[in-house]
C-alpha cells in the first residue's frame, strides 16, 4: 500500500462503525419486552411476570413456576429529518469553503421496524431455575437518499446485532433469589459515505466498510421481595468485538484514483456495561407500582478505530460518549380477573456529544409516554398490547471531517444540520405457561 494510499485511506474513514441511532440512549434498543412497553419498562427486574425476565433479571424466573414461554414484537415508526444550517466542503486551492449542496436526505428509517424477542423459562427443581433469550439489542438501519448535503458524514448505516442469552436461577429462600447468564452475541456492520473528489463539478467517491464478529458477556442479578415490594438488581457486562471485514474506496478521480481498491480491515468496538434498579409495590389487591432507574456505560466508547488485520491503524474516529441515566415509572391495574390497563413514562438521556454528534447517531434525549393491556385467555396464555409516543429533542449538528490530511488533496467537510425526530411504537406479545 503506498503512502499516499494509506493516508487517503484513514482520511476517508469519519466512518462510525457502531453507528444507528436505536430507540434508547445511544444505539442501544431498549425495546426486549413488547408488553413492557405499556408500562414504560418499569419494574422490569423486580415484577418477573412474563419470561421476559430472563433479560431484566434472570432472577426473577424464581416467581415462574413450570415452563414459560413469552414471545412477540416492536412495530417502531420513526420520523426523522435534518435541515441544512450551512454545510460546506472545501476546495483544494480555493481560499473559502462551498455550499455543498443536496436534498435534505428524507427519512432515513424504514417505514416499519420490527425488533422480535423471545424468552423461555423452565423450573427444573424446587430452587433451580433454567432460561433462555433471544433478542437484538443493538442496531438499526439509517438510509439517506443519494445525494443529499451531509453524505460526506454518511449515506447508509446498517447495524444488526443477534444476543443469545442461556440462564440459571437459584431460589436461596421464599425472599432472596439470584441468576445469571452467558451472552452469545452476533454482529454485523455495512456502512457507507460519499468521498469528495477534488473538484465538486465531479461525481463522488464512496466508501464501504463491512464487518461481523461473535463475542461473549454475561450478566448477574438478584431479587428480594417482602410482603407488597419486591426490588431487583441486575448487571449486565461489557461486549467486547473485534469485527473482521473489508474496507472499500470506489469512485474517486485524478490523483485520487489510486486510492481506489479494498482491503482487510478489523475495528475493536466495546458494547458497554449497565447497572439496573428495580422496584414492584403492591398498592392494593388490584394496582401495582413500578419504577426502575438504569445506568449505561456509554464513556468506554470513547472512539472508533479501524486498523489492518496485521494491526496497523487506518483511522481513529473519536466519539466521547457520556455516561446516560433512564428512569422509568409505571404503574398497573386489574380491571378484572382476565384484563389488566397499564401506563408508563420514562426518561433517556442521550450519551453523544455535541461535538462529535453525526447523522448516523442524530440521538437526542428522550421522554416516553406509554400504555397498554393484557388479556388472560385462560390460566395458560395471556396476550400484552402496548403503544408508546416518544419524544426526541431536536439537536444540532456541527462536525467537522477531514479527507486526505497529509496531503495536497486535503479536503475538509462541515456538517452543520438540525436533527428533528418522533418515534410511535406498538408491541404485542404471548406467554404461554405449562
Same mark, same amino acid.
Given at each position: 500500500?503506498?503512502?499516499?494510499?494509506?493516508?487517503?485511506?484513514?482520511?476517508?474513514?469519519?466512518?462510525?462503525?457502531?453507528?444507528?441511532?436505536?430507540?434508547?440512549?445511544?444505539?442501544?434498543?431498549?425495546?426486549?419486552?413488547?408488553?413492557?412497553?405499556?408500562?414504560?419498562?418499569?419494574?422490569?427486574?423486580?415484577?418477573?411476570?412474563?419470561?421476559?425476565?430472563?433479560?431484566?433479571?434472570?432472577?426473577?424466573?424464581?416467581?415462574?413456576?413450570?415452563?414459560?414461554?413469552?414471545?412477540?414484537?416492536?412495530?417502531?415508526?420513526?420520523?426523522?429529518?435534518?435541515?441544512?444550517?450551512?454545510?460546506?466542503?472545501?476546495?483544494?486551492?480555493?481560499?473559502?469553503? +462551498?455550499?455543498? &449542496?443536496?436534498?435534505? $436526505? /428524507?427519512?432515513?428509517?424504514?417505514?416499519? =421496524?420490527? *425488533?422480535?424477542?423471545? #424468552?423461555? !423459562?423452565?423450573?427444573?427443581?424446587?430452587?433451580?431455575?433454567?432460561?433462555?433469550?433471544?433478542?437484538?439489542?443493538?442496531?438499526?438501519?439509517?438510509?439517506?437518499?443519494?445525494?443529499?448535503?451531509?453524505?460526506?458524514?454518511?449515506?447508509?448505516?446498517?447495524?444488526?446485532?443477534?444476543?443469545?442469552?442461556?440462564?440459571?436461577?437459584?431460589?436461596?429462600?421464599?425472599?432472596?433469589?439470584?441468576?445469571?447468564?452467558?451472552?452469545?452475541?452476533?454482529?454485523?456492520?455495512?456502512?457507507?459515505?460519499?468521498?469528495?473528489?477534488?473538484?465538486?463539478?465531479?461525481?463522488?467517491?464512496?466508501?464501504?466498510?463491512?464487518?461481523?464478529? +461473535?463475542?461473549? &458477556?454475561?450478566?448477574? $442479578? /438478584?431479587?428480594?421481595?417482602?410482603?407488597? =415490594?419486591? *426490588?431487583?438488581?441486575? #448487571?449486565? !457486562?461489557?461486549?467486547?468485538?473485534?469485527?473482521?471485514?473489508?474496507?472499500?474506496?470506489?469512485?474517486?478521480?485524478?490523483?485520487?484514483?489510486?486510492?481506489?481498491?479494498?482491503?482487510?480491515?478489523?475495528?475493536?468496538?466495546?458494547?458497554?456495561?449497565?447497572?439496573?434498579?428495580?422496584?414492584?409495590?403492591?398498592?392494593?389487591?388490584?394496582?401495582?407500582?413500578?419504577?426502575?432507574?438504569?445506568?449505561?456505560?456509554?464513556?468506554?466508547?470513547?472512539?472508533?478505530?479501524?486498523?489492518?488485520?496485521?494491526?496497523?491503524?487506518?483511522?481513529?474516529?473519536?466519539?466521547?460518549?457520556?455516561?446516560?441515566?433512564?428512569?422509568?415509572?409505571?404503574?398497573?391495574?386489574?380491571?378484572?380477573?382476565?384484563?389488566?390497563?397499564?401506563?408508563?413514562?420514562?426518561?433517556?438521556?442521550?450519551?453523544?456529544?455535541?461535538?462529535?454528534?453525526?447523522?448516523?447517531?442524530?440521538?437526542?434525549?428522550?421522554?416516553?409516554?406509554?400504555?397498554?393491556?393484557?388479556?388472560?385467555?385462560?390460566?395458560?396464555?395471556?396476550?400484552?398490547?402496548?403503544?408508546?409516543?416518544?419524544?426526541?429533542?431536536?439537536?444540532?449538528?456541527?462536525?467537522?471531517?477531514?479527507?486526505?490530511?497529509?496531503?495536497?488533496?486535503?479536503?475538509?467537510?462541515?456538517?452543520?444540520?438540525?436533527?428533528?425526530?418522533?418515534?410511535?411504537?406498538?408491541?404485542?406479545?404471548?406467554?404461554?405457561?405449562?
Amino acid at each position: 500500500m503506498s503512502n499516499f494510499f494509506a493516508r487517503a485511506l484513514a482520511a476517508a474513514l469519519p466512518l462510525t462503525l457502531l453507528a444507528a441511532p436505536a430507540f434508547a440512549s445511544g444505539f442501544a434498543l431498549r425495546e426486549a419486552s413488547p408488553g413492557g412497553v405499556g408500562r414504560a419498562f418499569a419494574g422490569e427486574g423486580a415484577i418477573a411476570d412474563s419470561a421476559a425476565t430472563v433479560w431484566y433479571n434472570p432472577a426473577g424466573m424464581t416467581k415462574l413456576e413450570g415452563f414459560t414461554a413469552t414471545g412477540g414484537a416492536h412495530l417502531l415508526f420513526v420520523q426523522s429529518s435534518q435541515s441544512d444550517r450551512g454545510t460546506t466542503r472545501s476546495v483544494p486551492g480555493l481560499a473559502t469553503a +462551498i455550499a455543498t &449542496g443536496g436534498g435534505d $436526505g /428524507g427519512n432515513p428509517f424504514h417505514p416499519v =421496524i420490527i *425488533v422480535p424477542t423471545l #424468552y423461555a !423459562s423452565m423450573q427444573l427443581t424446587d430452587r433451580l431455575w433454567a432460561g433462555m433469550g433471544v433478542n437484538t439489542p443493538f442496531g438499526l438501519v439509517v438510509d439517506y437518499d443519494d445525494g443529499w448535503f451531509g453524505r460526506y458524514d454518511s449515506t447508509r448505516s446498517v447495524v444488526k446485532t443477534y444476543n443469545v442469552q442461556p440462564s440459571l436461577a437459584w431460589k436461596l429462600d421464599d425472599r432472596f433469589s439470584i441468576g445469571g447468564g452467558v451472552s452469545i452475541q452476533y454482529i454485523e456492520a455495512d456502512l457507507n459515505n460519499a468521498l469528495p473528489n477534488l473538484s465538486p463539478l465531479l461525481a463522488d467517491g464512496s466508501a464501504r466498510v463491512k464487518g461481523d464478529d +461473535i463475542s461473549f &458477556g454475561w450478566d448477574i $442479578g /438478584g431479587r428480594f421481595e417482602s410482603g407488597p =415490594i419486591a *426490588v431487583g438488581l441486575h #448487571y449486565r !457486562s461489557q461486549v467486547k468485538h473485534k469485527l473482521k471485514g473489508s474496507f472499500t474506496v470506489s469512485g474517486l478521480l485524478g490523483p485520487l484514483a489510486g486510492s481506489n481498491g479494498e482491503t482487510d480491515a478489523r475495528a475493536p468496538i466495546t458494547l458497554p456495561d449497565s447497572l439496573a434498579f428495580s422496584a414492584a409495590i403492591r398498592a392494593s389487591e388490584r394496582a401495582r407500582i413500578l419504577a426502575s432507574a438504569e445506568w449505561t456505560n456509554w464513556s468506554v466508547f470513547d472512539a472508533i478505530r479501524i486498523e489492518t488485520v496485521d494491526g496497523v491503524s487506518i483511522s481513529s474516529s473519536p466519539q466521547h460518549y457520556r455516561d446516560s441515566m433512564s428512569f422509568h415509572l409505571g404503574g398497573e391495574y386489574d380491571v378484572s380477573d382476565r384484563w389488566t390497563v397499564r401506563t408508563g413514562v420514562a426518561t433517556d438521556s442521550t450519551p453523544t456529544v455535541d461535538r462529535y454528534r453525526t447523522s448516523r447517531v442524530p440521538d437526542g434525549d428522550r421522554v416516553w409516554l406509554t400504555a397498554g393491556a393484557s388479556w388472560k385467555l385462560n390460566d395458560n396464555i395471556e396476550t400484552r398490547f402496548s403503544y408508546a409516543h416518544v419524544f426526541v429533542t431536536t439537536e444540532a449538528l456541527d462536525r467537522e471531517d477531514d479527507f486526505y490530511s497529509g496531503t495536497p488533496a486535503a479536503i475538509t467537510s462541515t456538517l452543520r444540520s438540525e436533527n428533528r425526530g418522533s418515534v410511535n411504537m406498538v408491541g404485542a406479545d404471548v406467554t404461554v405457561r405449562f
